[in-house]
């Protein structure tokens, strides 16, 4: 059964080419296009969403207050001409950000991350949790998922990414595994020589740092974690400032 989802953009123009794209994925089926976050509010009192398209500049209300408005809000996906609100989307938990003009691949891969998102909450909603904390001291832990416990080896996690109330952690190999657990649970029980928090939604392994740039990470597995400028400073307090060669001494 096709995931329902809204489109919202002041610009007419906008917002008929993002439907129009969205009509071509079969995933999908679109159920409103509104001119205002005001009309949104209004579909989403009558009807259920799974996911909303919004701009972010729109008149009255814009795209980050309806977000914020919403008690029990669906997932978002923010579509803007503007990168300067990437940050605080993501503090948002939004599932994307996508600057215009949007093509039709890049629309394509923030659906699937987006359904990805909406399955795994439907799958926390039926699974149980977790309350038993891990044992300090190991080099390994174990996670539950698809009904079987998987044994990892913290050397091999490279960083990890919140998805609300649950995690994506990312391995050294590529892999990928879904935890049920929130990322602040899993910081707390995360070795805290190892890991260090770079971003509301993004822990990152120290020792899989290859290099750091202006607003992200880009780890030893080729993906990068951006990370918030509240955590510029101990990142770069526990990275380069220990290790940076200089030129005097």
Same mark, same amino acid.
């Given at each position: 059964m096709p995931y329902t989802c809204i489109v919202a953009d002041d610009i007419r123009v906008e917002r008929e080419a993002i439907a129009s794209q969205l009509k071509k994925l079969p995933a999908l089926t679109v159920i409103a296009v509104c001119a205002s976050a005001v009309e949104v509010m209004e579909v989403l009192r009558h009807q259920k969403a799974d996911l909303?398209?919004?701009?972010?500049?729109?008149?009255? $209300?814009?795209?980050?207050? /309806?977000?914020?408005?919403?008690?029990?809000? @669906? #997932?978002?996906? %923010?579509?803007?001409? *503007?990168?300067?609100?990437?940050?605080?989307?993501?503090?948002?938990?939004?599932?994307?950000?996508i600057v215009k003009p949007v093509t039709l691949p890049r629309l394509t891969k923030a659906v699937n991350k987006a359904i990805e998102y909406l399955t795994i909450r439907q799958q926390a909603a039926t699974q149980p949790v977790d309350e038993q904390p891990v044992s300090k001291g190991d080099n390994f832990f174990y996670i539950r998922e698809d009904g079987l416990y998987t044994r990892l080896l913290y050397d091999q996690?490279?960083?990890?990414?919140?998805?609300?109330?649950?995690?994506?952690?990312?391995?050294?190999?590529?892999?990928?595994? $879904?935890?049920?657990?929130? /990322?602040?649970?899993?910081?707390?029980?995360? @070795? #805290?020589?190892? %890991?260090?928090?770079? *971003?509301?939604?993004?822990?990152?392994?120290?020792?899989?740092?290859?290099?750091?740039?202006?607003?992200?990470?880009?780890?030893?597995?080729g993906q990068t974690a951006p990370y918030t400028a509240s955590f510029k400073q101990p990142l770069l307090d526990r990275t380069v400032n220990m290790k940076l060669i200089t030129r005097f001494i």
């Amino acid at each position: 059964m096709p995931y329902t989802c809204i489109v919202a953009d002041d610009i007419r123009v906008e917002r008929e080419a993002i439907a129009s794209q969205l009509k071509k994925l079969p995933a999908l089926t679109v159920i409103a296009v509104c001119a205002s976050a005001v009309e949104v509010m209004e579909v989403l009192r009558h009807q259920k969403a799974d996911l909303v398209f919004s701009d972010i500049n729109m008149p009255d $209300i814009n795209g980050m207050e /309806l977000l914020k408005s919403l008690k029990h809000p @669906p #997932a978002f996906i %923010f579509v803007t001409s *503007h990168t300067d609100y990437a940050a605080e989307s993501y503090e948002l938990d939004a599932v994307d950000y996508i600057v215009k003009p949007v093509t039709l691949p890049r629309l394509t891969k923030a659906v699937n991350k987006a359904i990805e998102y909406l399955t795994i909450r439907q799958q926390a909603a039926t699974q149980p949790v977790d309350e038993q904390p891990v044992s300090k001291g190991d080099n390994f832990f174990y996670i539950r998922e698809d009904g079987l416990y998987t044994r990892l080896l913290y050397d091999q996690v490279s960083h990890i990414e919140s998805m609300g109330d649950f995690c994506k952690i990312y391995t050294t190999a590529g892999q990928t595994h $879904i935890v049920l657990v929130s /990322l602040k649970n899993i910081e707390s029980q995360l @070795p #805290a020589d190892a %890991f260090i928090r770079i *971003h509301k939604q993004f822990i990152i392994n120290l020792q899989h740092i290859r290099n750091i740039g202006a607003d992200s990470v880009e780890m030893t597995n080729g993906q990068t974690a951006p990370y918030t400028a509240s955590f510029k400073q101990p990142l770069l307090d526990r990275t380069v400032n220990m290790k940076l060669i200089t030129r005097f001494i």
